[in-house]
Protein backbone atom coordinates (compact mmCIF):
# COMPACT_ATOMS: atom_id res chain seq x y z
CA UNK A 1 0.00 0.00 0.00
CA UNK A 2 1.31 3.87 -0.48
CA UNK A 3 0.36 6.52 1.22
CA UNK A 4 0.44 10.26 0.25
CA UNK A 5 0.41 13.73 1.87
CA UNK A 6 0.82 16.71 0.32
CA UNK A 7 2.24 19.58 1.36
CA UNK A 8 3.34 23.44 0.47
CA UNK A 9 0.50 25.09 -1.45
CA UNK A 10 -1.04 28.38 -0.34
CA UNK A 11 -1.71 31.48 -2.03
CA UNK A 12 0.83 33.73 -4.42
CA UNK A 13 0.55 36.49 -6.59
CA UNK A 14 0.61 35.88 -9.83
CA UNK A 15 4.56 35.86 -11.23
CA UNK A 16 5.79 34.04 -8.04
CA UNK A 17 6.80 30.49 -6.67
CA UNK A 18 5.85 27.74 -4.84
CA UNK A 19 7.42 24.35 -4.47
CA UNK A 20 4.67 21.57 -3.79
CA UNK A 21 6.24 18.23 -1.60
CA UNK A 22 4.70 15.12 -1.61
CA UNK A 23 5.72 12.54 1.42
CA UNK A 24 5.49 8.96 0.13
CA UNK A 25 5.23 5.88 2.28
CA UNK A 26 4.87 2.68 1.05
CA UNK A 27 7.24 3.40 -1.89
CA UNK A 28 8.36 1.43 -3.91
CA UNK A 29 9.60 1.61 -8.10
CA UNK A 30 6.20 3.09 -10.11
CA UNK A 31 5.19 5.88 -11.83
CA UNK A 32 4.70 9.12 -9.61
CA UNK A 33 2.92 12.24 -10.88
CA UNK A 34 1.44 15.79 -10.04
CA UNK A 35 -2.36 16.34 -11.17
CA UNK A 36 -4.62 19.30 -10.51
CA UNK A 37 -8.20 20.03 -10.46
CA UNK A 38 -8.89 23.57 -11.54
CA UNK A 39 -12.30 25.04 -10.16
CA UNK A 40 -15.49 24.17 -12.09
CA UNK A 41 -13.39 21.61 -13.67
CA UNK A 42 -11.95 17.91 -14.30
CA UNK A 43 -8.68 16.47 -13.00
CA UNK A 44 -5.46 16.75 -15.44
CA UNK A 45 -2.30 15.80 -15.64
CA UNK A 46 0.39 18.48 -14.52
CA UNK A 47 3.46 16.23 -14.34
CA UNK A 48 5.23 13.45 -14.21
CA UNK A 49 8.12 10.93 -13.31
CA UNK A 50 8.28 7.54 -14.55
CA UNK A 51 10.56 5.24 -12.64
CA UNK A 52 13.77 5.37 -15.77
CA UNK A 53 14.03 9.19 -14.35
CA UNK A 54 12.09 10.21 -18.03
CA UNK A 55 10.05 13.25 -17.16
CA UNK A 56 6.65 14.86 -18.69
CA UNK A 57 4.70 18.11 -18.82
CA UNK A 58 1.47 18.77 -19.51
CA UNK A 59 2.00 22.44 -22.31
CA UNK A 60 0.61 24.77 -20.28
CA UNK A 61 2.74 24.39 -17.48
CA UNK A 62 6.50 23.50 -20.20
CA UNK A 63 9.36 25.69 -18.55
CA UNK A 64 7.82 26.88 -16.00
CA UNK A 65 6.73 23.59 -13.64
CA UNK A 66 9.78 20.82 -12.54
CA UNK A 67 8.89 17.55 -11.20
CA UNK A 68 11.70 15.76 -9.47
CA UNK A 69 12.05 13.26 -6.52
CA UNK A 70 14.27 12.34 -3.75
CA UNK A 71 14.31 8.82 -3.32
CA UNK A 72 16.54 9.37 -0.12
CA UNK A 73 13.80 11.27 1.61
CA UNK A 74 10.94 9.67 -0.45
CA UNK A 75 9.68 12.74 -1.08
CA UNK A 76 8.50 14.15 -4.64
CA UNK A 77 8.11 17.73 -5.10
CA UNK A 78 6.62 20.08 -8.04
CA UNK A 79 8.36 23.55 -7.79
CA UNK A 80 6.33 26.06 -9.86
CA UNK A 81 7.70 29.09 -11.27
CA UNK A 82 6.18 32.04 -13.34
CA UNK A 83 2.79 31.37 -11.45
CA UNK A 84 -0.20 32.16 -13.72
CA UNK A 85 -4.07 32.81 -12.19
CA UNK A 86 -4.70 29.58 -14.41
CA UNK A 87 -2.68 27.23 -12.15
CA UNK A 88 -5.04 27.97 -9.57
CA UNK A 89 -6.77 24.52 -8.55
CA UNK A 90 -6.41 21.64 -6.04
CA UNK A 91 -3.14 19.54 -6.43
CA UNK A 92 -2.81 15.96 -6.13
CA UNK A 93 -0.06 13.78 -5.94
CA UNK A 94 -0.31 10.31 -7.46
CA UNK A 95 1.35 7.00 -7.96
CA UNK A 96 0.85 4.16 -10.42
CA UNK A 97 -0.90 1.34 -9.29
CA UNK A 98 1.95 -0.91 -11.09
CA UNK A 99 5.25 -1.29 -10.20
CA UNK A 100 8.17 -0.75 -13.06
CA UNK A 101 8.17 1.59 -16.08
CA UNK A 102 6.08 2.61 -18.37
CA UNK A 103 2.69 2.81 -16.24
CA UNK A 104 2.72 7.25 -16.39
CA UNK A 105 0.69 7.20 -19.96
CA UNK A 106 -2.87 7.64 -18.66
CA UNK A 107 -4.87 8.87 -15.31
CA UNK A 108 -6.34 5.49 -15.13
CA UNK A 109 -2.93 4.19 -14.25
CA UNK A 110 -2.69 5.68 -10.69
CA UNK A 111 -4.48 4.21 -8.03
CA UNK A 112 -2.91 6.11 -5.31
CA UNK A 113 -3.72 9.52 -4.19
CA UNK A 114 -3.22 12.15 -1.97
CA UNK A 115 -5.58 14.44 0.16
CA UNK A 116 -4.64 17.64 -1.78
CA UNK A 117 -3.28 20.92 -1.37
CA UNK A 118 -4.94 24.06 -2.75
CA UNK A 119 -2.73 26.68 -4.76
CA UNK A 120 -4.55 29.70 -5.35
CA UNK A 121 -2.71 32.44 -7.81
CA UNK A 122 -3.86 35.90 -7.83
CA UNK A 123 -3.45 38.70 -10.48
Known amino acids: QVQLVESGGGSVQAGGSLRLSCAVS??????MAWFRRPPGKEREGVAN???????RYADSVKGRFTISKDSTKNTLYLQMNSLKPEDTAMYYC???????????????????WGQGTQVTVSS
Open 94 to 112: AAAKYIGTGYCDTILRFGF
Open 26 to 31: GYSNRC
Open 49 to 55: VDTDGTT
